[in-house]
């Protein structure tokens, strides 16, 4: 059967992108001082399930990049090195390094750049490094992974000891303690044992001798009572290759066995005597950690044993497989190697396993079959094998649930508070346009039932009202899964800040509040690139250099926060920063330089605003962080697009604040439905600040301005939705009109509506994609009563109004 | 009735190739995503093969094959563990651990059932 594994690939993609994006953000809270072990296990654990996918997957330059990656965090995660900001900084590269791999791959193309082998080389150099050869502490040598790939000096040796303490004064725990401390002085001593306490297994990885290591069992026991070996360590790389089928080492811990010669023949020595494919025979004993009862009794059924080992051991190989044999009759016992995977001879589940094989062997099919015929009957195995405790279950209740599982064919899964489904975007989209449908159709029900006698169709009211309630419980809950915290694009700002404040030699700090506030998926993917550029604009613009900040009595460090925040329908999310603040005089001078036409007399909400203007940029010096002037127009363009708007507040010296205030969702909209003749037209609630019956004093007209309106002291343009969108009809008395009074990036404005109609909550409709785009309208939406209203972009409004006024 | 297997990784690509590939041979697959996760669907299901991933978050690989081995069911279901690392370090924890064999990442689909059809058939 082949299977394409290209329909994995996008769960690929994603999964290295979380990874790395969890890895970085790992990295970025590692304190190089004093490194937190979990993290960095973390982070080797995210490059780890990278190269996993990545290898197996077919991406072989991510597997390379991140082999190295893993090497050195893995050293690092063994406490052999200890971390240095040097090589986080590599890390980070990496990181940076395996996301244009990443996105080149889902493109469908190679990333092909110096920077990969500058990277790897570096990473390489700083594994060598040998900073400090910190000792494992002995308490947590139980659970330490083995080194194994990681060694890179030739003359490291590791030692695996095995003896049975008890025979050698070394009974208790304690006393093992102290041996086991005494061998650490050598180098890096593990317990790599079952934790019986009949008999240890250690390894030693050190450049020691084994003269220096008797010398200190001399003390405890006679020679030969400890049983010493060298364990053959594979090359890393080996793993990262495609091609794994020579990649193995054949492990034969044997008791008694002279472990040197044996094992470099069995590690080295490809099957002596059988062909390409490989089947081959060794001797070599595994099974260390078997009992001693076992091997008894194996040898006990095994009168053909060579003499020297007790037992005999074999490994078959077969294509670079192969079975390791400790207890001869049984192919249960075989350990087998095979190209990529193997079975451990006596291990459990073999049993299992070697009643399969005794029909392969019967059958003969695929060459599996050569197994020494050995004393000892495999039906005596599958005897066992009926025995096994799987079949007779401990407990009734056990077996019950077997049955039950056995039965359903599908065991019943558990609910974990964890789990969670993958589901594509357009899913659920798909749910949140039905359930716009089903509160479209509510609102005609309703509307159709509003002309009936509530008493006479009481039971039809009631259950409208069910109706709406759930519809909208259902709402709530699609709109959820589209809802995602903020974190998502607060996560990359730790980087961004300490990669800009590095380049410009500022010092920086930044906070992160209310991560977990949530809004849109499509709004929190058009919400990084605009943050992107209000944040590393603070560091360039806002923030000055350290000795500027001491010399204005401010700590050395500045510091920039993010925070988001529920307020009302929306989510507001601000960028502060401690810096110099904006610069009133500059930004004047600048506007009366480009021709911006200011009132006499500005206030500083209308200067700070300036700095929204296209190619308005008041940095002298233009650097590559910003500071090319198409930065904040286009903010503010981006936040607008999303409904949004954006504010600006700024103290000099104190530094400066943006807020940015963005609808939850871009697919349900709170707004008030306003007529003007016969249409219908939405406003969103958040932009209406109030609305007032207006008085024929009033109105005026300003030369230049146009109508507008005066409320409190202050002239507000007034906007007739019939200039703007031409209904051709004449029109109106201003004073039967109500005045709304809206809330836009360029000040209040007032627009005229014959009638406020009903508050609700609105389905957004693209008009884009249905129509085309019309200026000065977001979108629409369908009423109860079936009609189409548009819903008004107010920031348009006033623009279009000022031009068919002007 | 088809054979059950539990496959055990945190990374799920590599779970969904294994419970596709497994599936297309007309096994039938539980997933689990890390250690924990492998124990309680084991403890409430009944499988007759069990891979396993070595590094995961809160229960690796080795912890898990060793509580699998203390319950009763699971005394002598043959455990695999998918491992990078294939050093004799790795291999020897796993044995005395009480895997019953290991397959080294990367792999490919054929080598996955090979592996499958010599243990459980």
């Known amino acids: 059967m082949s299977i394409d594994m290209s329909q994995f690939y996008q769960v690929f993609f994603e999964e290295a992108g979380e990874n790395l994006a969890a890895m970085e953000s790992l990295l970025l809270e590692l304190d190089v001082e004093a490194p937190d072990l979990e993290t960095l296990n973390a982070i080797f654990r995210a490059a780890h399930s990278i190269k996993g996918g990545a290898g197996t997957f077919g991406f072989s330059d991510m597997a390379e990049v991140t082999h190295v990656l893993e090497t050195l965090l893995d050293r690092l995660r063994k406490q052999e090195l200890a971390p240095t900001v040097e090589m986080v900084d590599a890390f980070l590269q990496a990181g940076d390094v395996l996301k244009s791999q990443l996105q080149?791959?889902?493109?469908?193309?190679?990333?092909?750049?110096?920077?990969?082998?500058?990277?790897?080389?570096?990473?390489?150099?700083?594994?060598?490094?040998?900073?400090?050869?910190?000792?494992?502490?002995?308490?947590?040598?139980?659970?330490?992974?083995?080194?194994?790939?990681?060694?890179?000096?030739?003359?490291?040796?590791?030692?695996?000891?095995?003896?049975e303490p008890a025979g050698i004064g070394q009974g208790t725990p304690d006393e093992r303690r102290a041996l086991f401390e005494a061998l650490g002085e050598l180098g890096r001593i593990q317990d790599i044992g079952t934790g019986e306490t009949e008999r240890c297994l250690w390894q030693l990885t050190s450049t020691a001798g084994r003269g220096a290591i008797e010398e200190i069992l001399a003390f405890v026991c006679e020679?030969?009572?400890?049983?010493?070996?060298?364990?053959?360590?594979?090359?890393?790389?080996?793993?990262?290759?495609?091609?794994?089928?020579?990649?193995?080492?054949f492990f034969t811990d044997a008791p008694g066995l002279q472990g040197d010669a044996a094992f470099g023949e069995a590690a080295s020595a490809p099957a002596p005597d059988q062909d390409e494919l490989g089947y081959g025979f060794f001797e070599g004993a595994p099974g260390t950690e078997y009992g001693a009862e076992e091997r008894t009794g194996a040898s006990d059924s095994t009168p053909d044993q060579t003499q020297a080992f007790g037992f005999q051991a074999e490994?078959?190989?077969?294509?670079?497989?192969?079975?390791?044999?400790?207890?001869?009759?049984?192919?249960?016992?075989?350990?087998?190697?095979?190209?990529?995977?193997?079975?451990?001879?006596?291990?459990?589940?073999?049993?299992?396993?070697?009643?399969?094989?005794?029909?392969?062997?019967?059958?003969?099919?695929?060459?599996?079959?050569i197994f020494n015929s050995a004393p000892g009957s495999p039906e005596s195995r599958l005897d066992d094998d009926a025995s096994a405790p799987i079949s007779t279950a401990a407990s009734p209740a056990k077996s019950a649930m077997e049955r039950e599982s056995r039965a359903g064919n599908a065991p019943k899964r558990p609910?974990?508070?964890?789990?969670?489904?993958?589901?594509?975007?357009?899913?659920?989209?798909?749910?949140?346009?039905?359930?716009?449908?089903?509160?479209?159709?509510?609102?005609?029900?309703a509307?159709?039932?509003?002309?009936?006698?509530?008493?006479?169709?009481?039971?039809?009211?009631?259950?409208?009202?069910?109706?709406?309630?759930?519809s909208r419980d259902l709402q709530e809950a699609v709109m959820s899964i589209r809802m995602m915290p903020i974190s998502f694009v607060f996560n990359r700002f730790p980087r961004v800040v300490r990669d800009t404040a590095a380049s410009l030699g500022k010092r920086v700090t930044l906070k992160l509040i209310g991560e977990d506030t949530e809004l849109d998926k499509g709004l929190i993917e058009r919400l990084a690139d605009p943050l992107n550029h209000l944040v590393r604009n603070s560091i360039d613009h806002g923030?000055?250099?350290?000795?500027?900040?001491?010399?204005?009595?401010?700590?050395?460090?500045?510091?920039?926060?993010?925070?988001?925040?529920?307020?009302?329908?929306?989510?507001?999310?601000?960028?502060?920063?401690?810096?110099?603040?904006?610069?009133?005089?500059?930004?004047?001078?600048?506007?009366?330089?480009?021709?911006?036409?200011?009132?006499?007399?500005?206030?500083?909400?209308?200067?700070?605003?300036?700095?929204?203007?296209?190619?308005?940029?008041?940095?002298?010096?233009?650097?590559?962080?910003?500071?090319?002037?198409?930065?904040?127009?286009?903010?503010?363009?981006?936040?607008?697009?999303?409904?949004?708007?954006?504010?600006?507040?700024?103290?000099?010296?104190?530094?400066?604040?943006?807020?940015?205030?963005?609808?939850?969702?871009?697919?349900?909209?709170?707004?008030?439905?306003?007529?003007?003749?016969?249409?219908?037209?939405?406003?969103?609630?958040?932009?209406?600040?109030?609305s007032i019956q207006p008085r024929a004093e009033q109105f005026k007209t300003i030369?230049?301005?146009?109508?507008?309106?005066?409320?409190?002291?202050?002239?507000?343009?007034?906007?007739?939705?019939?200039?703007?969108?031409?209904?051709?009809?004449?029109?109106?008395?201003?004073?039967?009109?109500?005045?709304?009074?809206?809330?836009?990036?360029?000040?209040?404005?007032?627009?005229?509506?014959?009638?406020?109609?009903?508050q609700h909550q609105v389905v957004i409709k693209s008009l884009e994609t249905n129509y085309r785009k019309v200026e000065g309208v977001s979108g629409a939406t369908i009423m109860g009563d079936g009609r189409v209203a548009l819903i008004l972009d107010v920031d348009a409004l006033v623009r279009l109004s000022r031009r068919a006024g002007g | 009735m088809a054979k059950t297997i539990l496959t055990v990784d945190d990374s799920a690509s590599i779970?969904?190739?294994?419970?596709?590939?497994?599936?297309?041979?007309?096994?039938?697959?539980?997933?689990?995503?890390?250690?924990?996760?492998?124990?309680?669907?084991?403890?409430?299901?009944?499988?007759?093969?069990?891979?396993?991933?070595?590094?995961?978050?809160?229960?690796?690989?080795?912890?898990?094959?060793?509580?699998?081995?203390?319950?009763?069911?699971?005394?002598?279901?043959?455990?695999?563990?998918?491992?990078?690392?294939?050093?004799?370090?790795?291999?020897?924890?796993?044995?005395?651990?009480?895997a019953t064999g290991w397959l080294v990442k990367p792999f490919d689909p054929a080598k996955l059932l090979e592996v499958v059809r010599k243990v459980i058939g």
Request: a negative charge.
């Open chain 2, 15 to 98: 779970r969904q190739m294994v419970s596709f590939t497994l599936k297309e041979a007309g096994y039938a697959v539980t997933e689990a995503v890390d250690g924990q996760d492998g124990l309680d669907k084991a403890r409430s299901g009944k499988f007759d093969l069990i891979f396993t991933d070595q590094n995961m978050p809160r229960m690796d690989g080795l912890s898990l094959i060793k509580q699998l081995r203390a319950l009763p069911p699971y005394k002598s279901v043959p455990i695999l563990m998918l491992t990078t690392e294939s050093s004799d370090a790795m291999k020897s924890q796993g044995r005395a651990a009480g």
């Open chain 1, 543 to 690: 923030i000055e250099r350290p000795e500027a900040r001491l010399a204005a009595g401010k700590p050395e460090t500045g510091e920039i926060v993010l925070r988001a925040s529920h307020r009302g329908g929306s989510v507001v999310v601000e960028v502060s920063d401690d810096g110099a603040g904006l610069n009133r005089e500059k930004l004047l001078a600048k506007a009366a330089k480009q021709g911006i036409p200011m009132p006499d007399n500005p206030s500083d909400k209308d200067v700070w605003q300036l700095i929204f203007h296209a190619g308005f940029s008041t940095a002298e010096r233009v650097t590559d962080i910003s500071g090319r002037g198409v930065g904040m127009d286009v903010v503010r363009r981006n936040i607008e697009d999303m409904n949004g708007r954006v504010e600006v507040d700024s103290t000099a010296g104190r530094g400066t604040h943006i807020t940015i205030r963005l609808p939850l969702t871009l697919a349900i909209l709170d707004g008030l439905s306003v007529r003007m003749g016969e249409e219908m037209f939405i406003l969103p609630l958040t932009v209406i600040q109030e």
């Open chain 1, 104 to 163: 080149a791959h889902q493109e469908g193309e190679e990333y092909e750049d110096s920077r990969v082998t500058e990277v790897c080389r570096h990473l390489e150099r700083l594994a060598r490094a040998d900073n400090a050869e910190g000792d494992v502490p002995a308490s947590s040598a139980g659970e330490t992974q083995p080194a194994g790939t990681v060694e890179a000096e030739s003359s490291v040796t590791h030692w695996r000891l095995a003896f």
């Open chain 1, 703 to 758: 030369v230049g301005k146009g109508r507008v309106v005066q409320i409190n002291d202050e002239y507000l343009p007034l906007v007739s939705l019939h200039d703007v969108f031409s209904s051709g009809r004449p029109e109106p008395n201003l004073l039967d009109g109500i005045l709304v009074i809206v809330e836009t990036n360029e000040g209040r404005a007032a627009v005229l509506v014959d009638e406020l109609v009903a």
């Open chain 1, 415 to 445: 609910a974990t508070a964890d789990s969670s489904i993958r589901v594509s975007v357009e899913k659920v989209d798909q749910l949140i346009n039905l359930v716009g449908e089903l509160v479209i159709t509510h609102a005609m029900l």
């Open chain 1, 223 to 249: 020679p030969g009572q400890v049983e010493i070996d060298t364990i053959e360590t594979l090359e890393a790389p080996a793993e990262t290759e495609a091609e794994t089928e020579t990649a193995y080492g």
């Open chain 1, 447 to 470: 509307d159709s039932a509003a002309g009936l006698d509530p008493v006479v169709h009481e039971r039809i009211m009631a259950g409208l009202s069910n109706l709406e309630r759930n």
């Open chain 1, 315 to 369: 490994i078959l190989e077969s294509d670079g497989y192969g079975f390791f044999r400790d207890a001869p009759g049984t192919e249960a016992a075989i350990d087998q190697e095979h190209s990529g995977y193997g079975l451990f001879g006596g291990s459990p589940g073999m049993d299992r396993v070697a009643a399969v094989a005794h029909q392969e062997r019967l059958d003969d099919e695929r060459g599996y079959g």
